[in-house]
């Protein structure tokens, strides 16, 4: 999701101050992080910042936005692709080798999401992010069970699954040292024996 | 987990100290946490706590490995039950309505779990804490292959899936508005369709 997050060369000054955010997230951190220190990332006047935004929060809600769109704008790349073929593109990529810059956005993201255990429009955002990453399971879902890649199984529930244990995931690689590599194989064998029609 | 979490009348300092931090944790949450809004809970000197623990946080980890002992000694009641009984009653617990005491304590574990993104010492207490429920979820699969209810899966492999699961479940349902009511019937079906040995 990182490279390629940002243009080289910003024309908006909104995505100009959403890339400053990024570098500013992956070097401080969400708790550290204030208006000033993106402000050093962010090649005009820091004043220009606080004429967009009321404060950190309300700028970081929006960079959780902005990535929302970033992600829409990104799918259907895999059309083609059968249904097990998009989830397990989907697994290798959550399941992917860390960066020092993967680390760092993953982290960042485990403190913003705790904030929305307090905070109404964290908690707004992440309801929608949660809601935007769940659909998209479930049209995977739905289209094999169309095409008869899959079972008869309901999408709904399938993708709540996935999801949960997805995220689940991404939140244990920077909150604890315990080994998650065999956790790309078991996500392999619950598609294979909940999934995957008979005979395929 | 909550109730008789603490004795009523604790006959050691330590206890008095962590059942006070308990229960300020529940009015404040994490990041609004202090030592003189624990002493408001605790029946002694606020200076005893000062006493006790440096600050909030070596307070905190020592609250949290209290959870693990106290998690410890709980094991073992429900032996008798055959494993699948054994996860199913897991996921009853997990899945259990919410009530305002157990949201409350889930969203300061949430926040305390986020802060081992970046604190070592959350992070040692984090691992510990996946390690213990881990390890015991892996001997329920291994009782339940030995006695013929599960088929030959790797018991370490299918237990990090269902840890990642759960705990993914309890960060969302205090993060997200999504509901979650379909995962303890899509927990069962992973069970069934991957677990449960054939004619089962």
Redesign the interface.
Known sequence: MQSGLFPDDPAETRIEILKATYAALLEH?Y?DLTIDRIGQHFPKSTSLLYHHYEGKDELLVDFLSYLLEDAEAGLGTESGASADERLLTLFDRIFAEETPESMAF???M??M??Q???DQE???H??E???FF?DRLADVIRDGIEDGTFRE??P???A??LH??????M??Q?????D?S??R???E??VE??LLAEGR
Chains 1, 2 share one sequence.
């Open positions: 951190g708790a993953q982290r960042a485990a403190e999401r705790a929305a255990a307090t964290y908690r707004r992440f309801t992010h949660d809601r769940r199984v309901d709904e529930q399938v709540t699954m949960t244990m997805l995220s689940g995931a939140a244990e920077v909150t604890s040292d315990l998650l065999s956790m194989a078991e996500a064998a619950y024996a909940r």
